[in-house]
């Protein structure tokens, strides 16, 4: 779903606290739902979630909010399955991730068959991240895509990056294997974050952009572990130092 802009946040060794606590698993195959697979789940992004005192709550469409626990029903009318929401990850938990170029090509409402993606291979505990617990991308990278700052969520990073003027693009590729000091959290680089159809799809009110994976294809294929070279923008990242992070914090490469 879409998520929340906070001032300040604690990295902990699961990742952000609070972030992707939560998915939503399609009942029919037991694999967690993300608009990954556009043609299924993409309505998801058109949802909101954010953490309050009384914990978490998702608003719908129709701008209603409903406690996270009890969002299973009226999220299965939005999307005409049946799902359920869950806080536990299970060992080998998967999603579908379709190809961002089958996705281009034949656009969302295609029918090809997805990869299945095992969750969180690079985190420990049961966060449902992707990979690695945190991700981080640069305000270089950023502007060299043509997105500005309130598309960044197109790229669902926990912690974005300001970068001086002139600063080359894709720089995030060199961080792998170094440390990241961030507020107080140490983190370090693991591998650059491949890119699937999500950035493209709508966002709440923000339109379809098929240019925002394009650009990656032609600029920025870096090699993933055992998955080849794949368009990327920013980095995944493991927390070695748990810590609070804030806007405005330095960030220093070691």
Known sequence: MLGEQCDSIRIGPLGVDGDRRYAVIDEATGRVATAKHPRLWRALLQCASATGDDGVVVTLPDDREVAVIEAGGPLSDL????????????????????DPLEVLARGIDAEFDPVLLELGQGAPGGAFVDH????????ATLDAIGVDRAEAIRYRPNVVIETADGTAPFLENDWVGAEIHVGQAVLRGTFPTPRCAVPTLEHGAMQRRPDAVRYLLEHNRAEVPDSGALPCAG?????????????GDEVRIR
């Open 132 to 139: 690695s617990p945190v991700h981080l991308i640069s305000t």
């Open 235 to 247: 980095l995944y990242a493991e927390v070695v130092t748990a810590g609070a992070v804030g806007t």
């Open 79 to 98: 999307l005409g399955r049946a799902v359920r929401l869950t806080d536990e990850r299970v060992a080998g938990a998967v999603l579908e991730r379709s």
